[in-house]
């Protein structure tokens, strides 16, 4: 008899957010996949910035635009998205949507409304 693979108990607080932001990607992509085709989506901790001391806000997410050598990419950033959202895994999943949102939009040249009707709405 064989025996049942592996399974963690329980996945890090990492990869959690991971798959927050994977399952955000696949539902907005499931209404602009021709738009999204080719578009890069990558999670990084925190954003390449210098100390501020202008009291501007730590970027949540970032679109890089595509170059004759790479792809246009959005980077949303794990740290300063779980800050913000408190520890609560409903606001950060809420939060991880609007800043996925955001960046399409920006991407797409669209408001973010247009993008996804619930946008900056609370979960029910």
């Known amino acids: 008899m064989l025996a ?3 399974v963690p108990i329980s996945r890090s607080r990492s990869e ?4 927050l932001v994977t399952d955000e990607v696949r539902r907005v ?3 602009w996949s021709r738009e999204l085709a080719g578009v890069e989506f990558a999670v990084e901790e925190v954003p390449p910035v210098e100390p501020r001391t202008d009291g501007a806000e730590i970027p949540l997410g970032r ?20 800050a913000r ?4 895994e409903r606001d950060l999943a809420r939060l991880i949507r ?6 399409v939009a920006d991407l797409l040249g669209l408001s973010p409304e247009s993008i996804d009707p619930s ?3 609370p979960d029910e």
């Open 4 to 6: 049942p693979p592996e």
């Open 16 to 19: 959690r957010f991971d798959d």
């Open 29 to 31: 992509a499931q209404r």
């Open 63 to 82: 679109l890089r635009p595509s170059t004759q050598e790479s792809a246009p990419r959005i980077v949303i950033y794990r740290r300063p998205l779980e």
């Open 85 to 88: 959202g408190g520890g609560d």
């Open 98 to 103: 609007d800043v996925v949102v955001e960046e």
């Open 119 to 121: 946008y900056d709405t």
